[in-house]
């Protein structure tokens, strides 16, 4: 990974630099030409002018022969000229600098005989190379060709400086180049690094957010992406290991709560099938025991079931205006033998009027029937009291008793599968621990909440609140006519 990250910098910036450095070399040669343009424009005016200027001198004073020449050397000299004057046969009259030759070429001294000025580029028997006017005159003596000329050598030497000087400036700008192309490598490459170690540590389970650099561009929005996703992914990992504690807990008490059982069948069936009970009275009592542990474990699996069905969202629920009083007498009705069974007195408490609700009838009988079951298991000889009302716009049901109560930290625990405050007691009752949870669930599915207030030895008030609906009144709470044993509170 390393080397990647490495190889992507040099790259890219070597990238940069090249791009860079061929935009300036190529800058130097364009600046170099127009100066090198810009020179030779300027001194083929200048000698266009200055021959002009003597051209016209020369025609307007119509000197003698002898004083144009003094005239032409006393200019020639300051402005490093070569002067001469040709006849109309080619020879040469007069020359500022007599060497051998005109150095002008026959085409240019045919156009200014003609009468039209001309500029050339001349080259002389020593290859030296010169900006040359040939221009007509008329003299006292006729008509002559003036020519001037200037060696391009200065000109060239002119160049050379600036050359030199651009040469400079482009060394300089080309460190600039560099430290430049390195800078903005460097903050490019920096978000994207940020990135790649921030995947290294996703990929080892580390989800901690990367630091978002102000780069104002898109690596700056897919920084805060990649933050948002890496939150997302914490949340599903904490998630997920929730689940697995779940999980774990949950084998490790369906462990449990299978052991006890199943060792009891097989001891039983053991004793049966090895003929060590003989008799029958004994046989019926084994046989008894084996059924209500089936039973214990039909239950467990049911509760179990539904618990699934619930958490998984497949769980149907049948959504209907229904008297949840009705349900409620329904449901102490029925547990009224159960309750005098323990020597306990199972109360409704009067009330207002109930408005019809709408939701599952059978779920909420099941919620119901669940925290009666619950204060019947933990009262003995005591006073169990279902309460139902409406509180601001919820229906509130609670069920108090008179039982052993419990601890504050229990409470906490309490609607958690599995969990049993009294673990002899629940076992002596066949319970499955799964009760309280299934309320809990039924509850939220209907949008409601649950609740639990106790002290140990005090009793114990357990309560649910589900959302009212419809208006129609169902009637009020009043004292069963099934309980021959209690008044109403």
């Not at 003698?64 to 300051?78: G, M, R, V, Y």
């Not at 002899?424 to 009752?429: N, V, Y």
Request: proline residues 3%.
């Amino acid at each position: 990974m390393r080397i990647r990250k490495r190889s992507f910098f040099w790259q890219l910036f070597l990238g940069f630099l090249v791009v860079m450095l061929a935009a300036n070399v190529g800058l130097y040669f364009y600046m170099v030409s127009v100066i090198k343009s810009y020179v030779y424009n300027i001194e083929s005016r200048n000698i266009m002018r200055e021959s002009l200027v003597m051209a016209t001198d020369m025609a307007n004073n119509q000197r003698t022969l002898a004083e144009d020449e003094s005239f032409l050397k006393t200019l020639a000299q300051p402005l490093d000229y070569r002067i001469w004057l040709i006849n109309s046969n080619g020879a040469v009259v007069f020359d500022t600098r007599p060497i051998a030759g005109s150095n002008i070429s026959r085409a240019s001294l045919r156009q200014a005989l003609a009468g039209a000025a001309n500029l050339t580029v001349t080259t002389n028997s020593r290859l030296e190379s010169f900006l040359t006017v040939a221009r007509p005159v008329t003299v006292r003596g006729g008509s002559l060709v003036l020519a001037v000329n200037t060696p391009i050598s200065g000109i060239n030497s002119a160049v050379r400086d600036v050359e030199k000087q651009l040469f400079l400036g482009g060394v300089l700008v080309a460190i600039a180049s560099v430290l430049v192309a390195f800078y903005f490598t460097r903050k490019l490459t920096m978000p994207i690094n940020t990135l790649i170690r921030g995947t290294e540590q996703v990929g080892v389970g580390n989800y901690e957010e990367i630091e978002v650099l102000n780069t104002n561009n898109e690596l700056q929005e897919f920084s805060v992406s990649f933050n948002n996703m890496i939150r997302r992914l914490s949340r599903i990992d904490e998630e997920q290991k929730k689940l697995d504690i779940l999980k774990s807990n949950f084998l490790s008490d369906l462990s449990h709560e299978l052991r006890t059982p199943l060792t009891t069948l097989e001891a039983f069936t053991e004793a049966l099938k090895d003929g060590m009970v003989e008799d029958e009275a004994k046989k019926r009592q084994y046989v008894g025991a084996l059924y209500e542990e089936t039973m214990h474990l039909k239950r467990l699996t049911s509760d179990l079931l539904q618990l699934a069905r619930i958490e998984s969202g497949h769980l149907v629920v049948e959504m209907a205006a229904f008297d949840p009083l009705e349900v409620i007498r329904g449901v102490v009705n029925n547990r009224l033998p159960a309750a005098r069974a323990k020597g306990d007195r199972l109360l409704l408490a009067a009330g207002g009027p109930v408005p019809r609700i709408l939701g599952d009838r059978d779920h909420f009988r099941q919620i119901v029937t669940n925290l009666v079951n619950n204060a019947i298991q933990f009262t003995s000889g005591g006073t169990i009291t279902v309460r139902a009302g409406v509180e601001g716009e919820d229906l509130t049901v609670s069920v108090t008793d008179t039982g052993i109560g419990m601890e504050e930290e229990a409470m906490s625990y309490i609607w958690t599968r599995f969990f049993k405050v009294d673990k002899a007691r629940a076992r002596q009752h066949q319970e499955s621990g799964l009760g309280l949870s299934i309320v809990k669930k039924l509850v939220e599915l209907h949008h409601g909440c649950v609740g639990v207030e106790s002290k140990p030895g005090a009793g114990s008030r357990f309560y649910f609140r589900i959302p009212l609906t419809g208006a129609a009144t169902a009637g009020a709470l009043g004292p069963d006519p099934g309980d021959q044993t209690a008044g109403t509170d």
